[in-house]
């Protein structure tokens, strides 16, 4: 097969564009479990997405192209809501209501038979050599104590992963995705936002929780383990201000 058009490189796989497919290159031949692992997530969550109004592109094919195991999508066109915000600040209000009932929609979903979300972030937390065994057993016992749910959770939620067309919205990137506790995913989402669009971030939660009836304190108790989650991908640029939100503060 020739790659035809690069997209976008990531820390675990590069995409590319070739006859209408989105082709997810993993970078490594021993990220073969990481590639097998998203395909079943994207396929599960695919099936349960389809009585929703939210469409996910169609699952093709696991390959293996030049040595490095592939996933092949539905190559979704239109344009993301990170765009439409960055061209439409005006708007913000609007597209930012409509990325909640994206993501509350989402949560409405049960998915039972996906991975759980806080052993992922117990499994992250106990790896990270950042910060010591202390910070670890105080991120482990809130973690430990934190209501177990089984909604889906799309684990990496932001407006560039969500497309927009005239066929309707996509959510994509579900390789991420876990059962679990929706406000957790929420936290994720209010950190993406802090790190990518901090302008928005506040605004955002105070949304969530006023339109899903969420207490923003059961949100904030998130925090620092969606922090300790996200210090595992090692980006000194992130590196400050998640080890400032690993200090466990008590919102309570």
């Not at 073969?32 to 469409?55: D, G, P, Q, W």
């Not at 969606?226 to 690993?246: F, P, S, T």
């Amino acid at each position: 097969m020739e790659l035809k058009n690069f997209i976008a490189h990531g820390d675990i796989y590069d995409i590319y564009e070739c006859d209408g497919k989105s082709i997810n290159i993993y970078n490594k031949p021993e990220y073969k479990e990481k590639c097998l692992y998203a395909a079943l997530t994207h396929a599960r969550c695919e099936t349960t997405m389809v009585n929703s109004f939210i469409k996910t592109p169609i699952l093709h094919e696991v390959s293996v192209i030049d040595g490095k195991w592939a996933i092949s999508f539905d190559f979704i066109k239109g344009k993301t809501l990170q765009q439409l915000m960055d061209e439409n600040p005006d708007k913000m209000d609007t597209y930012l209501n409509q990325f909640i009932d994206i993501q509350t929609e989402i949560h409405a979903q049960y998915m039972p038979l996906l991975s759980k979300l806080k052993d992922k972030m117990a499994r992250q937390i106990k790896s990270l050599a950042a910060i010591d065994e202390i910070k670890k057993y105080e991120l482990l016992t809130r973690l430990d104590s934190m209501p177990k749910h089984i909604k889906l959770c799309h684990g990496n939620f932001a407006p560039k992963n969500v497309i927009i067309n005239d066929e309707g919205t996509y959510v994509i990137n579900w390789s991420a995705a876990r059962q679990g506790n929706a406000s957790a995913d929420v936290a994720r989402t209010y950190l993406l936002f802090c790190l990518n669009n901090p302008d928005v971030a506040d605004v955002y939660l105070d949304k969530y929780c006023l339109k899903s009836g969420t207490s923003k304190q059961y949100v904030q108790a998130w925090l620092p383990i969606v922090a300790a989650a996200q210090l595992i991908k090692g980006r000194e640029e992130e590196k400050d201000l998640l080890m400032r939100w690993i200090d466990v503060v008590d919102y309570s």
